[in-house]
T-cell receptor
Framework: EAQVTQNPRYLITVTGKKLTVTCSQN?????MSWYRQDPGLGLRQIYY???????DKGDVPEGYKVSRKEKRNFPLILESPSPNQTSLYFC????????????FGPGTRLTVL | AQTVTQSQPEMSVQEAETVTLSCTYD???????LFWYKQPPSRQMILVIR??????QNATENRFSVNFQKAAKSFSLKISDSQLGDAAMYFC???????????FGTGTRLQVFP
C-alpha cells in the first residue's frame, strides 16, 4: 500500500530533550516536506526537500533540523524542544514538484512540557 | 510573499444541500497552483481538488467544484449534495511555482446536519 508513515504518532517530552520524528514514504517520491498545524494558523511549512541531500527552509524553520540521506526518509529533528513547538506535525511527499498531489502522513501530536 | 485567507472559520449545511467555502489569495506571481484539502476528524489530510492558474476552466471533481476568479484572486469551493461524510476542516492552499512552498489558509470547519 502506497503511504507516508510517521513515528511516533504521539509524543510527550520535556524542554530541551532532543527528539526525532521519523517520516518514510514508499512511493519513490522526490519531494518531501514537513508542516506544523496549530489552531487558528492552519498548516505552516517547516522544511522541504526536492531530492536526496537537497533541503530548504519553509516559513517556520527555527528550532528544527532535517536531513535527506535517502530518498524515502525525511526525519524532523528538534535539538532542544521548547513548549512553543507543541503542535501537530505532518510529513508529506509528492512525485516531483509540489504541485503534484501531496500525500500526507497521519500526523504526530507533540507536547513539550 | 504569498498569503491565503479563509474568512469563514465555521460553516454549516443541511444534508443534500449546497455550500460554498470562500478563499482569497495574494501573490504577485503569474504561475501558481491552488488546492483545497479536507481534514476529517481522523486528521488525515486529503486533496479535494486542484486548479492550475493558467487554466481558465474551473476544476470539478464529482460533487466538488471551484469558482476560480483570477482577477479577484478568489478560489471558492462548492460542495453539492452535501453528505455527512463531508464534515471536516477544509484548507485552501496556494503554491507559487518559483518557490515550491505551499501556503495554507487557516481553515474552515464545515458541519453537515442531517
Amino acid at each position: 500500500e502506497a503511504q507516508v508513515t510517521q513515528n511516533p504518532r504521539y509524543l510527550i517530552t520535556v524542554t530541551g530533550k532532543k527528539l526525532t520524528v521519523t517520516c518514510s514514504q514508499n512511493m519513490n517520491h522526490e519531494y518531501m516536506s514537513w508542516y506544523r498545524q496549530d489552531p487558528g494558523l492552519g498548516l505552516r511549512q517547516i522544511y522541504y526537500s526536492m531530492n536526496v541531500e537537497v533541503t530548504d527552509k519553509g516559513d517556520v524553520p527555527e528550532g528544527y533540523k532535517v536531513s535527506r540521506k535517502e530518498k524515502r526518509n525525511f526525519p524532523l529533528i528538534l535539538e532542544s524542544p521548547s513548549p512553543n513547538q507543541t503542535s501537530l506535525y505532518f510529513c508529506a511527499s509528492s512525485l516531483d514538484r509540489i504541485y503534484n498531489e501531496q500525500f500526507f502522513g497521519p500526523g504526530t501530536r507533540l507536547t513539550v512540557l | 510573499a504569498q498569503t491565503v485567507t479563509q474568512s469563514q472559520p465555521e460553516m454549516s449545511v443541511q444534508e443534500a444541500e449546497t455550500v460554498t467555502l470562500s478563499c482569497t489569495y495574494d501573490t504577485s506571481e503569474s504561475d501558481y497552483y491552488l488546492f483545497w484539502y479536507k481534514q476529517p476528524p481522523s486528521r488525515q489530510m486529503i486533496l479535494v481538488i486542484r486548479q492550475e492558474a493558467y487554466k481558465q476552466q474551473n476544476a470539478t471533481e464529482n460533487r466538488f467544484s471551484v469558482n476560480f476568479q483570477k482577477a479577484a484572486k478568489s478560489f471558492s469551493l462548492k460542495i453539492s449534495d452535501s453528505q455527512l461524510g463531508d464534515a471536516a476542516m477544509y484548507f485552501c492552499a496556494c503554491m507559487v511555482y518559483s518557490t515550491d512552498k505551499l501556503i495554507f489558509g487557516t481553515g474552515t470547519r464545515l458541519q453537515v446536519f442531517p
